[in-house]
Nanobody, 114 residues
Framework: QVQLVESGGGLVQPGGSLRLSCAAS????????MSWYRQAPGKEREFVAA????????NYADSVKGRFTISSDNAKNILYLQMNNLKPEDTAVYFC???????WGQGTQVTVSS
């Protein structure tokens, strides 16, 4: 059974940092492209970042370029999202996603507020 479990969200002040983790199970992690999405209250779910198999290529939404970094530990089957210089507009529920299996995690809340 393919499963994704996010963790690492929380409350942080503007300018702060958080690292999100997504533990994957039920498939060969390094074989499939993985991504992060987010959904703010009252808004559509939007793409944040993606990484290709074996971490060869990364892609980011313009709104997070230069602040967020996606990476993976293929030995541990964990996807990460390092978020620096957080802004109030980054407040959302963050989800990891593996498109090939059409599977989403349950999400982790990130709140950026003073």
């Amino acid at each position: 059974q393919v499963q994704l479990v996010e963790s690492g969200g929380g409350l942080v002040q503007p300018g702060g940092s958080l690292r999100l983790s997504c533990a994957a199970s039920g498939f060969t992690f390094s074989t499939y492209a993985m991504s992060w999405y987010r959904q703010a209250p009252g808004k559509e779910r939007e793409f944040v970042a993606a990484i290709t198999p074996a971490g060869g290529i990364t892609n980011y939404a313009d709104s997070v370029k230069g602040r967020f970094t996606i990476s993976s530990d293929n030995a541990k089957n964990i996807l990460y999202l390092q978020m620096n210089n957080l802004k109030p507009e980054d407040t959302a529920v963050y989800f990891c996603h593996v498109a090939f299996w059409s599977v989403w995690g349950q999400g982790t809340q990130v709140t950026v507020s003073s």
